[in-house]
Nanobody
Framework: QVQLVESGGGLGEAGGSLNLSCAIS????????MGWFRQPPGKEREGVAA???????YYKESVKGRFTISRDNYRNILYLQMNSLKPEDTAMYYC????????????????WGQGTQVTVSS
């Protein structure tokens, strides 16, 4: 059974940093594309960062240079390091794996975490 559990969200300040973690079980990381999505209040969910394979990462334009996606294959954890936070980064953040869109378009199955809230104050 595939499970993705996010943690690390909370309240951050503009210009500050937060590091999100996603504990993964039941997924062979070498097989699945993985990424982070977010859904701002009142808006649709959007892709933020994707790791298609080792060394192949993609980012939403507005987070390039500020956010970094990485994963610890030994501990089966996916990370999203968020620096230089802005109030517009406020959203529910989701970890996902598989055919989730946003550069991860192979296959037919997608898996999603339950989300972790990030709120950035100005």
């Amino acid at each position: 059974q595939v499970q993705l559990v996010e943690s690390g969200g909370g309240l951050g300040e503009a210009g500050g940093s937060l590091n999100l973690s996603c504990a993964i079980s039941g997924v062979t990381e070498g097989t699945y594309c993985m990424g982070w999505f977010r859904q701002p209040p009142g808006k649709e969910r959007e892709g933020v960062a994707a790791m298609v394979s080792v060394g192949r990462t993609y980012y939403k334009e507005s987070v390039k240079g500020r956010f970094t996606i990485s994963r610890d294959n030994y501990r089966n954890i996916l990370y999203l390091q968020m620096n230089s936070l802005k109030p517009e980064d406020t959203a529910m953040y989701y970890c996902a794996a598989g055919a989730i869109g946003f550069f991860c378009n192979t296959g037919t199955t997608a898996f999603w975490g339950q989300g972790t809230q990030v709120t950035v104050s100005s």
